[in-house]
């Protein structure tokens, strides 16, 4: 799912004859020419850390973290953006927060989407909100006075119980909590570490007592995609925890359960910005986004990408844009 770029390393061999002072030159000043080159096709994806961006200017960087929804938000971002008049780069498959948030922080990137849930997790280790009102509190809170956010997407990319459409309706499943009279019938398909942590099996059965027997848990390694998607498909498990916005769940006419007590936490799209770029046209424009992004646009925006047509996620954007009204100035 998540891809990165390395940048490319230039070499430049000498030669076994002797050259004159004027070749020598000019053969660095080639591999000058050609590493400066290299450097400028790969700037998209360059350390965004490497320097300290211009907090006080009017031009706007886009980042995104690197992987296909990530990047494809961020392209939302910069397209709607650039609509409403803004000068606007982009510094895409950046990595993981610990190399994307300090960047924000220092304004090497202006604004980048993010998963409140996550990104309250990554500010404050010691935070248990868990529902959207509270992570939205708590995160407001914890952002400090470097970092800002607009308002928060209806749609989230976050862990859920996944049935199929069958056993949904052969159990009368609406909830997790459904899910719990027939716990000794279900295998669960999920990663290792589901087993252990809070939001695993310990919140499923704190939660909605849908208590898993070790024997019934089948760990699946590749985080809710094509092999979990697969096993809950073929019936070699009876439930998955699958990521809310994959395509998979759609394609397959799989069931998200409802999670009323928050089991797992609230994990919605939100622009996280660095504070001096977080201006009122700014916010206006990303907020008139965030207002369209639900789950289930979320989902086609990752189909275009990721499904059959394989759509760059660029050209997906300002599809999206264009279909949602936003191709013209906010206000």
């Given at each position: 799912?998540?891809?990165?770029?390395?940048?490319?390393?230039?070499?430049?061999?000498?030669?076994?004859?002797?050259?004159?002072?004027?070749?020598?030159?000019?053969?660095?000043?080639?591999?000058?020419?050609?590493?400066?080159?290299?450097?400028s096709a790969c700037g998209g994806n360059s350390d965004p850390l490497a320097s300290k961006g211009d907090c006080g200017g009017d031009g706007l960087i886009v980042g995104s973290a690197n992987f296909p929804e990530s990047e494809t938000v961020a392209e939302v971002y910069a397209e709607v953006l650039r609509v409403n008049g803004f000068k606007v780069d982009?510094?895409?498959?950046?990595?993981?927060?610990?190399?994307?948030?300090?960047?924000?922080?220092?304004?090497?990137?202006?604004?980048?989407?993010?998963?409140?849930?996550?990104?309250?997790?990554?500010?404050?280790?010691?935070?248990?909100?868990?529902?959207?009102?509270?992570?939205?509190?708590?995160?407001?809170?914890?952002?400090?006075?470097?970092?800002?956010?607009?308002?928060?997407?209806?749609?989230?990319?976050?862990?859920?119980?996944?049935?199929?459409?069958?056993?949904?309706?052969?159990?009368?499943?609406?909830?997790?909590?459904?899910?719990?009279?027939?716990?000794?019938?279900?295998?669960?398909?999920?990663?290792?570490?589901?087993?252990?942590?809070?939001?695993?099996?310990?919140?499923?059965?704190?939660?909605?007592?849908?208590?898993?027997?070790?024997?019934?848990?089948?760990?699946?390694?590749?985080?809710?995609?094509?092999?979990?998607?697969?096993?809950?498909?073929?019936?070699?498990?009876?439930?998955?925890?699958?990521?809310?916005?994959?395509?998979?769940?759609?394609?397959?006419?799989?069931?998200?359960?409802?999670?009323?007590?928050?089991?797992?936490?609230?994990?919605?799209?939100?622009?996280?910005?660095?504070?001096?770029?977080?201006?009122?046209?700014?916010?206006?424009?990303?907020?008139?986004?965030?207002?369209?992004?639900?789950?289930?646009?979320?989902?086609?925006?990752?189909?275009?990408?990721?499904?059959?047509?394989?759509?760059?996620?660029?050209?997906?954007?300002?599809?999206?844009?264009?279909?949602?009204?936003?191709?013209?100035?906010?206000?």
């Open positions: 799912m998540k891809t990165s770029i390395t940048p490319h390393a230039a070499r430049h061999g000498r030669s076994a004859l002797r050259l004159t002072l004027r070749a020598t030159r000019f053969i660095a000043a080639a591999a000058a020419l050609a590493v400066a080159m290299i450097l982009t510094k895409l498959n950046i990595g993981s927060r610990e190399a994307y948030v300090p960047a924000v922080r220092q304004c090497a990137i202006s604004v980048i989407p993010d998963y409140n849930g996550n990104l309250l997790q990554y500010l404050d280790k010691t935070a248990t909100a868990t529902s959207a009102a509270e992570v939205n509190t708590a995160l407001t809170k914890a952002l400090g006075s470097d970092l800002a956010i607009g308002t928060p997407a209806p749609g989230e990319d976050s862990d859920a119980v996944v049935v199929t459409k069958a056993t949904a309706e052969r159990w009368n499943l609406h909830s997790i909590a459904d899910l719990a009279a027939h716990a000794a019938e279900v295998k669960f398909g999920a990663p290792a570490e589901f087993q252990e942590r809070a939001g695993g099996l310990p919140g499923l059965k704190k939660n909605y007592n849908l208590d898993i027997a070790a024997n019934n848990f089948v760990p699946i390694a590749d985080g809710g995609g094509p092999a979990t998607v697969r096993a809950l498909v073929e019936g070699q498990v009876t439930a998955a925890d699958i990521f809310t916005t994959s395509p998979a769940i759609t394609q397959n006419n799989l069931v998200v359960l409802e999670d009323p007590k928050h089991n797992f936490p609230a994990q919605n799209v939100v622009p996280l910005f660095n504070t001096a770029k977080k201006t009122d046209k700014a916010l206006a424009a990303l907020n008139a986004a965030s207002a369209k992004l639900t789950t289930a646009e979320l989902i086609k925006l990752n189909e275009a990408v990721s499904g059959a047509s394989k759509t760059e996620p660029k050209a997906a954007a300002a599809a999206w844009v264009t279909a949602q009204g936003l191709n013209t100035p906010t206000g």
